[in-house]
């Protein structure tokens, strides 16, 4: 599941503990958070374009809600800092990131996007006008790239969607909702969903690796290479469905390969 457009408010998070704390009657505790300061500007005191972005593309949030988490955001860190850029300037810098990304999009994608919804549409449109209104329309229509090219853009930053106020982060799935706002947002679908899939980190890359190191071993270092990856994905799949990725499969494998070698001693001794 998608988790680049949760980075900047978990960062808010952060920030608001560090403000609490320095504000207690704890030497030691304030000590320690003033010492984190070197490390934490080093990261996150310019915030990756990539987080602002996807967090845009959230449609509970968009540019005003990024502008908000932003001001929260220095604010926590003005008793920590006095370097914190302005948020205006970043709003400003992402909007155009985002304009200039979408207009790749747009060059990139605009013809095979033109040419599904013309097979989808042109039959039902055909059959309902005559020869005559359709030359008008032919004739008439806006062809795209025209000076509206970040139409979609523009319409999804002033448009004001609802949402139930049951639907916490928890249960909101941000894929799902551009899937089913593909028909309307034909390019901005296609360049949410490849900004939304990068990665926060590289942890998940490693727990991959020590997940094969975890699968294969000694004792099973014949399987074939794509039975390992079907094991894989299968146990990282059955792990997301009950959000348990984190959790350490050491324990699973010894267990297995406890029993793996009570089996095999059994057979051995029968066999002697």
């Known amino acids: 599941y998608p988790t680049c457009h949760l980075v900047v408010t978990h960062l808010c998070n952060v920030a608001c503990i560090f403000c609490e704390h320095l504000t207690s009657n704890e030497p030691p505790l304030i000590e320690c958070i003033i010492s984190m300061k070197t490390k934490w500007e080093k990261y ?3 915030i990756p374009d990539i987080f602002l972005c996807a967090i845009v593309l959230d449609p509970r949030l968009k540019l005003d809600g990024l502008g908000e988490l932003l001001t929260l955001y220095y604010d926590s860190l003005d008793s920590i800092t006095d370097a914190c850029p302005s ?3 970043i709003i400003s810098s992402v909007r155009h990131s985002l304009t200039e990304i979408y207009t790749e999009y747009n060059e990139k994608y605009d013809s095979q996007v033109a040419t599904q919804t013309q097979h989808t549409t042109s039959s039902i ?3 309902r006008l005559t020869k005559a209104q359709n030359l008008i329309r ?3 229509k806006r062809p795209r790239g025209s000076s509206s090219f970040n139409l979609e853009l523009e319409n999804y930053l002033t448009t004001t969607f609802d949402f139930s106020a049951t639907e916490d982060e928890d249960t909101f799935d941000i894929l799902r909702w551009w899937a089913q706002k593909k028909q309307v947002y034909l390019i901005l679908s296609l360049m949410a969903k490849e900004i939304l899939a990068c990665p926060v980190s590289t942890v998940a890359v490693e ?3 020590s997940m094969r190191e975890n699968t294969l071993d000694e004792r099973r270092s014949t399987i074939r290479p794509e039975n390992l990856e079907a094991q894989c994905l299968l146990n990282d799949w059955s792990r997301a469905a009950s959000r348990t990725q984190d959790q350490d499969e050491t324990n699973d494998d010894e267990d297995t390969d406890g029993t793996s ?3 095999t001693g059994g057979c051995t001794s029968e066999c002697d």
């Open 138 to 140: 032919d004739r008439t």
């Open 44 to 46: 996150f005191l310019n």
């Open 87 to 89: 948020s205006f300037m």
């Open 261 to 263: 070698g009570t089996i």
């Open 207 to 209: 727990q991959a690796f």
């Open 125 to 127: 449109i055909t059959s």
